[in-house]
């Protein structure tokens, strides 16, 4: 009788696994609130992976959602680049609304906050256009970016992972009878804190 084939299972090596991209964290940094409603301080982070610079939003002092993805400066650039031609003034969170993939409403106000605090924007001046914001200089964005690219890595830097491991879902918690005791909602890791309306461009 012909014996069976047989298949073996190929060892995966270390050189044959896909190395996680590494953000190195150049600078952590504080910035108010765009919204005059909006309490508390926001910590973010800037970061570069080879030539390409990005920034995150790390924390919340107060209330509002916001995803904890790195954002690339490309893709605050291609936001811009949907602003209605010839405008000079906008909102902030109207102008990063395609920056960010996650969904939480606070990200791109947080967003232009950040950037506003790091020189990138400024509000704009016209009484009329209150809680409008500008580019600080046509290039701002690029010399921002080349500023960042010039920085000196610390000797403590810190390096974490671009994509951190999604979190496990939690599931209905079931009593000695079998019956749902309780049901937690999983949480996206990404998202942190509520979602008042006042901040929804905060």
Do not use: H, Y
């Not at 047989?6 to 190395?19: I, L, M, S």
């Not at 991209?21 to 992976?49: E, Y």
């Not at 919340?60 to 291609?78: C, L, M």
């Amino acid at each position: 009788m012909p014996k069976k084939a047989t298949t073996k299972k190929k060892e995966v090596t270390t050189e044959e696994t896909a190395a996680e991209p590494i953000v190195t964290v150049l600078k952590i940094g504080t910035a108010s609130k765009l919204s005059p409603r909006g309490d508390g301080q926001l910590t973010f982070q800037v970061g570069r992976m080879d030539e390409t610079v990005l920034l995150r939003i790390s924390g919340n002092e107060s209330s509002g959602r916001f995803s904890k993805e790195w954002v690339t400066a490309d893709a605050i650039r291609q936001s811009l680049a949907q602003l209605p031609k010839g405008a000079k003034s906008f909102k902030g969170a109207l102008a990063l609304k395609t920056a960010w993939k996650g969904r939480s409403s606070c990200n791109s106000g947080f967003g232009a906050a950040i950037l506003k605090a790091e020189g990138v924007f400024a509000a704009d001046e016209d009484p009329k256009k209150k809680g409008m914001l500008t580019l600080s200089a046509p290039d701002a964005l690029d010399a921002w970016e080349k500023s960042v690219l010039a920085m000196k890595v610390p000797k403590d830097v810190e390096q974490v992972p671009l994509n951190p491991p999604k979190p496990k879902p939690f599931f209905a918690k079931k009593t000695e009878d079998g019956e749902a005791a309780e049901v937690v909602e999983p949480v996206e890791e990404a998202d942190a804190g509520e979602n008042p309306p006042e901040e929804a461009e905060a």
